[in-house]
């Protein structure tokens, strides 16, 4: 079927960068769009940023100029590079892939999710 396979992460300093990466593989015809959420503990799992097919992004307030998400769809491959990172943003880091894919004679478009990528940080 289809897998979402996110790396990237680790452990950082506040003020400091990671960048995270995410690739889709299996049967997928066409992704119409990617895209990054977190869910730090306690809390419930929210959007960080995603990119369209077409290269329209979208970010949430809580990163807007500190996070930036850029890709190459046709490649099935999504990147969030997150610089100035306070400890807030420690949490763990999720791909979502809005695609199109085919098996059992039938073709289907979902949302398919990776296994996450944990990011702390903490001095």
């Known amino acids: 079927q289809v897998q979402l396979v996110e790396s990237g992460g680790g452990w950082v300093q506040p003020g400091g960068s990671l960048r995270l990466s995410c690739r889709a593989s299996?049967?997928?015809?066409?992704?119409?769009?990617m895209g990054w959420y977190r869910k730090a503990p306690g809390k419930q799992r929210e959007l960080v940023a995603t990119i369209t097919s077409g290269a329209t992004t979208n970010y949430t307030n809580f990163v807007k100029g500190r996070f930036t998400i850029s890709g190459d769809l046709a490649k099935n491959t999504v990147y969030l590079q997150m610089d100035s990172l306070k400890p807030d943003d420690t949490a763990v880091y999720y791909c979502?892939?809005?695609?199109?894919?085919?098996?059992?004679?039938?073709?289907?478009?979902?949302?398919?999710w990776g296994r996450g990528t944990q990011v702390t940080v903490s001095s």
């Open positions: 299996g049967r997928i015809l066409s992704i119409n769009g």
């Open positions: 979502n892939a809005d695609l199109t894919s085919w098996g059992n004679h039938e073709i289907t478009r979902s949302y398919y």
